[in-house]
């Protein structure tokens, strides 16, 4: 049996801070333990109390005053996009042909899917990012390269192989068939092994033929636990093409919904431009939608509706996605510092740094039906834990030390913290990344 400790000021959450007074929500312990036993958090609590109880000899890794938190959740992101950060110039479906489709074309060579899977997990964990939803490209091995990857971490994270069978470069495009068939491939190698599983991936309604999105109803049904993830209303121009190409559609939403594709483990991307009755179909079936900041300010798509998507009335569940290669950081904490900026564009609601971090951690993993496992520092839980500097810069230990709680602590790293504030990221109770370590990455 291996058991771990770590010291540290400890943050989480006991409840929803959009439903509740968010100081409600926040459990704080300044000068806390956090025991690991295989892999599990065993027990948390003040160092004073628990560092007498410890088994002889167990190490104590002790962070000071860095923020001891839950992992972070990226509810969207491409992996094979990773390489087209930072295209400047287009909206959506231009941006689409012009740099995505050639970027991901690439990934039919299994030797570079493998290159970027290595450095794209390695830029996950060293963002404090512990679980993510990804999109692969349309190749099959693809999805093998990033499963290896996560694997080789043991990293809780959802990926699956895109379906594209129209309006995509003959080179990108699968079939009804293949598309259905490597999927159901992909998902008996690799859903539920460890701690992987698999999304059905319909790129997006424009994408998809009909028969494509009937078969992927069909793949839901091929085992228990699958999750799907897909675009919805990001782009004007793309909700005007989707009412073409579907014109017997209620709405966008509703495209998915006929082929029965939108439920609980259902991660819908952006999710600008909805009416409320699609707020309220998401919130009857339990679906979740990915708030992706700065890829909706790169691209111009639009300003989410955080605070109206929330409504205590029918909250839809919400979690943050960077959305990279439109979103422009891999850091959920510069993700956040965006999130901020939009709601106050939108005037519906000020996004505290409870309800931020919250949004980054357990909402995430709640908005994903993984709240029983991930998301919180507490007993039972896996210790997928980011360790948060709040010194890390001369700017932040400046504004740190300005005096302030701990609510201003994180509301400074949400708006000028980044990569550079994650002092080590811990996976299943293995620290995986330390920043200071000469070398940072240690694959368990
Ligand atoms: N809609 C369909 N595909 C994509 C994509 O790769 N990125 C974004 N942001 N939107 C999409
Ligand atoms: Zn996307």
């Known amino acids: 049996m291996k058991t771990t400790a770590l010291r540290g000021r400890i943050v989480g959450f006991r409840d929803d801070p959009f439903l509740q007074p968010p100081s409600s929500c926040l459990q704080y312990e300044p000068d806390g333990l956090v025991l690991i036993r295989d892999g599990l958090i065993a027990s948390v609590g003040p160092f004073a109390e628990l560092a007498p109880t410890l088994p002889q000899g167990t190490p104590i890794h002790d962070y000071g005053d860095a923020i001891i938190s839950a992992g972070f959740v990226d509810a969207h992101v491409h992996f094979p996009q990773f390489g087209v950060i930072a295209a400047p110039g287009e909206q959506l479906l231009e941006w689409l042909e012009r740099y995505v489709f050639p970027a991901e074309a690439r990934f039919a060579d299994e030797t570079h899917a493998e290159r970027v899977a290595g450095l794209f997990l390695r830029e996950l964990l060293r963002n404090g990012t512990t679980t993510a939803c990804v999109y692969c490209s349309v190749h099959p091995q693809s999805v093998d390269a990033f499963f290896r990857e996560s694997e080789r971490f043991n990293t809780r994270m959802i990926a699956g192989k895109v379906l594209m069978d129209r309006n995509a470069p003959p080179a990108l495009r699968d079939t009804a068939r293949t598309g259905h068939d490597d999927s159901l491939a992909l998902i008996r190698r690799w859903h539920g092994r460890g ?250």
């Open 195 to 444: 701690r992987q599983s698999y999304a059905v991936t319909p790129r997006f309604a424009a994408s998809c033929t009909p028969e494509q999105l009937e078969a992927a109803g069909d793949l839901l049904q091929r085992a228990d636990g699958l999750f799907v993830q897909t675009h919805l209303s990001e782009n004007l121009a793309e909700i005007e093409w989707v009412k073409q190409l579907f014109p017997d559609s209620a709405s966008y939403l509703d495209v998915y919904d006929r082929y029965g594709l939108v439920g609980e483990r259902t991660v819908l991307g952006h999710g600008i431009h909805l009416a409320e009755q699609d707020f309220c179909c998401c919130h009857r079936k339990g679906a979740a939608l990915a708030h992706c900041p700065t890829s909706n300010r790169f691209l111009g798509s639009g300003a989410f509706r955080l605070f109206d998507a929330r409504d205590g009335r029918r909250p839809v569940h919400v979690a943050l996605g960077t959305d990279v290669g439109a979103g422009t950081s891999l850091s959920q904490l510069a993700t956040l510092g965006e999130a901020y900026k939009t709601a106050q564009a939108v005037g519906r609601g000020t996004l505290g740094a409870i309800q931020g971090f919250w949004l980054a951690t357990l909402g995430g993993a709640r908005a994903l039906q993984l709240d029983d496992r991930i998301g919180r520092v507490a007993p039972g839980f896996e210790a997928d834990l980011v360790v948060l500097d709040p010194g890390a810069t001369d700017l932040l230990r400046f504004r740190t030390e300005q005096g302030g709680d701990i609510e201003d602590t994180l509301f400074a790293l949400m708006t000028i913290g980044d990569d550079r504030a994650v002092r080590a990221t811990w996976v299943a109770g293995e620290c995986v990344y330390d920043r200071d370590r000469a070398e940072p990455f240690a694959p368990v």
